[in-house]
């Protein structure tokens, strides 16, 4: 269901941002990220002289790569379009995340090592959605291999890979109270991790036919 009907209005901004998820021969995976920022009219720029409308303001990559236990092997970034000329001076110093892990407390230290006058604010708003990004990419593709080694065959309806998935983010103690669907009284709970679970004993549909 879409957004309610909005009000009559004008065109502005449009920021668009990609993110894929790879895993590689040699078995790492890259995480790759493409942000554009476009106006719908024209401006004058004073190291490009005019920025047409549609034409990028910012066109930026940065891909990060990463081992199954989400250690960074390499980064790379790459600013193709900036509003100053200076700005990809900033791309080369992305290389220093090499050697984080994705975990928490890690957009803290990548601030540490990129932050400030060094970096790309925008390049470094990728970051957190690159981190969630890199975590739905190698849990799942973990669980396959290892259920398809197993011989394991989900079937429409059952919870086993979603619940597979969620062990290797860290289970109960990572997911729990994390959001809506995970709420402590929440039937995933109820069903997951019952001995956490702080909701009523009788789901209300089944209560009410009592």
């Given at each position: 269901?879409p957004l309610s009907p909005p009000a009559s209005r004008e065109a502005l901004h449009k920021r668009a941002i990609e993110i894929n998820g790879y895993r590689r021969t040699d078995g790492?995976?890259?995480?790759?990220?493409?942000?554009?920022?476009?106006?719908?009219?024209?401006?004058?720029?004073?190291?490009?002289?005019?920025?047409?409308?549609?034409?990028?303001?910012?066109?930026?990559?940065?891909?990060?790569?990463?081992?199954?236990?989400?250690?960074?092997?390499?980064?790379?970034?790459?600013?193709?379009?900036?509003?100053?000329?200076?700005?990809?001076?900033?791309?080369?110093?992305?290389?220093?995340?090499?050697?984080?892990?994705?975990?928490?407390?890690?957009?803290?230290?990548?601030?540490?090592?990129?932050?400030?006058?060094?970096?790309?604010?925008?390049?470094?708003?990728?970051?957190?959605?690159?981190?969630?990004?890199?975590?739905?990419?190698?849990?799942p593709a973990r669980v396959r291999r290892e259920m398809q080694a197993e011989g394991v065959q989900d079937r429409p309806g059952s919870d086993r890979t979603d619940t597979r998935i969620?062990?290797?983010?860290?289970?109960?103690?990572?997911?729990?109270?994390?959001?809506?669907?995970?709420?402590?009284?929440?039937?995933?709970?109820?069903?997951?991790?019952?001995?956490?679970?702080?909701?009523?004993?009788?789901?209300?549909?089944?209560?009410?036919?009592?």
């Open positions: 269901m790492l995976y890259d995480i790759e990220a493409h942000l554009t920022d476009t106006k719908s009219f024209g401006q004058a720029n004073h190291d490009r002289g005019t920025i047409a409308a549609g034409e990028p303001i910012h066109d930026m990559w940065l891909r990060l790569t990463v081992d199954e236990t989400m250690h960074i092997t390499g980064c790379e970034a790459v600013s193709d379009h900036t509003p100053y000329r200076m700005c990809p001076q900033a791309a080369p110093n992305f290389s220093r995340l090499a050697g984080l892990r994705i975990k928490s407390g890690f957009l803290r230290e990548a601030n540490h090592r990129v932050g400030g006058p060094i970096g790309c604010t925008h390049l470094r708003e990728l970051l957190q959605q690159i981190a969630t990004t890199a975590f739905q990419t190698i849990n969620s062990e290797k983010m860290g289970g109960a103690p990572k997911i729990v109270n994390t959001c809506l669907a995970y709420a402590a009284d929440g039937p995933v709970v109820k069903r997951r991790w019952p001995h956490l679970y702080t909701g009523p004993d009788q789901e209300p549909e089944a209560a009410a036919a009592d």
